[in-house]
């Protein structure tokens, strides 16, 4: 009996004892970089921007009450200064954003860490055009949360008015990325202002409907929220990109980790903070122990 009260007690303690940490995957078959953006009041993650190559992973620690967004780069080159530029998803010309927000277009995750016992809010947003297929996947403390996100590839079918086509490199002449309908006409019917800023006059158009069609879980519009929000309380996001890549493992579908914790696929990479420090099992034992008698 006291075996399984402690069970049952040990995600609370291990929540306690951890922030929620952001496990970045690049399934890719080429570098990314990945950029982090805080919200209004939130303090920056440890790294604002990183490179990170095909198979690689990166745990970044959080804090409660976190909130902001993560989204990958492509086509990025950087001199030994860190300056630069991405062809998707630039964040003024650096390799740490360092409070700049990514160039439209770009897939966004989006997401507000609840504090204590609140729930999480997190989302993965394409009000802002696609650049790469994204999914989050949440290990929740008390139980299962949804994945949400984008592994459908749109530059594919991308309408050819919101292309953006690759210059130099690799990637010239090919669609890198896909505009929203706002970024590439600038009207209010499309970026849901002027008098279209309420969810009654802003509808989907055709162009968000292409985008919901291919992603039903990711945000299409900006009042697309009553298919796109997700709650949970988790301890760990996992954030993978390209998902579906052949180096995705694809016996349970496209939301399966495209790695083990044990690292057997990938290089997984840690960034350390006091937060990482679990409490020992002798001290959790001691706690629940005094919980009861």
């Known amino acids: 009996m006291f075996l399984g009260v402690f069970l049952s007690f040990l995600p609370l303690f291990f929540y306690s004892s951890h922030s929620c940490t952001f496990t970045i995957t690049n399934n890719c078959p080429y570098t990314i970089w990945p950029g982090t953006l805080a919200g209004s009041g939130t303090p920056p993650l440890p790294t604002t921007g990183f490179e990170l190559d095909s198979g690689q992973s990166v745990r970044i620690p959080s804090v409660p009450g976190w909130s902001g967004r993560i989204w990958g780069r492509t086509g990025c080159s950087f001199d030994a200064l860190g300056a630069g530029f991405c062809q998707t998803g630039d964040c003024g010309g650096r390799l740490e954003c360092d409070g700049n927000g990514a160039t439209p277009p770009a897939s966004l995750f989006e997401i507000t860490l609840g504090e204590g016992n609140d729930q999480d809010f997190y989302d993965v947003s394409l009000v802002d055009g696609y650049n790469l297929p994204l999914v989050a996947a949440p290990h929740g403390v008390y139980g299962a949360c949804n ?25 010239a002449g090919r669609v890198v990325a896909c505009k929203s309908a706002c970024e590439a006409f600038r009207l209010d019917q499309y970026c849901c202002s002027g008098e279209f800023a309420n969810p009654t006059t802003c509808r989907p158009s055709f162009y968000s409907t292409i985008f919901k069609r291919a992603c039903p879980r990711a945000y299409s519009y900006a009042f697309d929220d009553g298919t796109s929000t997700f709650t949970c309380k988790a301890y760990d996001y996992q954030i993978i990109f390209c998902p579906n890549s052949q180096r995705a493992k694809r016996s349970e579908g496209p939301f399966t980790p495209p790695f083990n914790e044990d690292g057997a696929e990938g290089k997984v990479v840690h960034m350390v903070s006091s937060s990482n420090i679990l409490l020992p099992l002798p001290m959790l034992i001691f706690l629940v122990v005094n919980m009861f008698f």
């Open 147 to 171: 994945a949400t996100g984008c592994a459908s590839d749109l530059n594919m079918g991308c309408p050819k008015e919101l292309q953006v086509v690759g210059g130099d490199g690799g990637a």
